[in-house]
């Protein structure tokens, strides 16, 4: 495998180390890198649950770029270690790769069922709310386990705005800066998996399907 990320331009490029310097500080800072047939998917996971007892959800962040058709590979490496190369349209990649749980199950890539859509506006706004709740129930000297007992306390539950999805949905999107301008996200569903896509990415999460969430009906006349 070659030790760079070729992109199609410069552009490319410094969109995939923009993701990967997101993901630096969410979670545990890592980053799945899957590529073929000229696409890169980039995964990390915003949230995640660490040890047995842990009850936040895996909610994933995926961003999709072009890239050297020719590659092919699947690993997962620290978004540290990702780095810009002397040619701007290219990104180095580190020697070795990096171990994380949540990488070890893949959603599926076909047979997908949209749902209602949600406002990009209401991700936000429950993201931040999010945020400020988190922030107020965290004591000054806590310690990391209580910081993820409020987490999973906060992130975890489903929220009547987002149609029953985890609150932690909104905070992937916002953190990773997938919330822009006025749009509506597309909502899909496959067995225990929900996607939230927007323009600039996508949320993934892996649980009980929602029964707020109802399938998209087709308007116009019958055949």
Known sequence: MSSLLVFPDDRVAADALTFARRAIRLGDGAVRLRAENG??????????????????????????????????????????????????????????????????????????????????????????????????????????????????????????????LPLGVGFAAFALGFIGGDERARVFSTGPWTRISLSRGHVLVRGPVRTGLTGVRATGPSA
């Open 39 to 164: 696409v890169l998917a980039m995964t990390c996971a915003p949230l995640a649950p660490r040890g047995l007892f842990d009850t936040t959800p895996t909610i994933l962040g995926m961003r999709t770029l072009p890239v050297d058709p020719e590659l092919i590979c699947d690993l997962v490496i620290d978004a540290e270690s990702l780095t810009a190369d002397t040619d701007p349209s290219a990104l180095r990649l580190p020697e070795s790769a990096v171990t994380a749980s949540w990488a070890g199950v893949s959603p599926p890539r076909a047979g997908w069922e949209e749902l209602e859509g949600i406002a990009a506006s209401t991700l936000a706004s429950r993201a931040q709310w999010g945020i400020a709740a988190v922030a107020e129930a965290v004591p000054a000297d806590a310690g990391e386990d209580a910081v993820r007992i409020v987490r999973a306390g906060v992130w975890g539950p489903p929220d009547d705005e987002l149609e029953g």
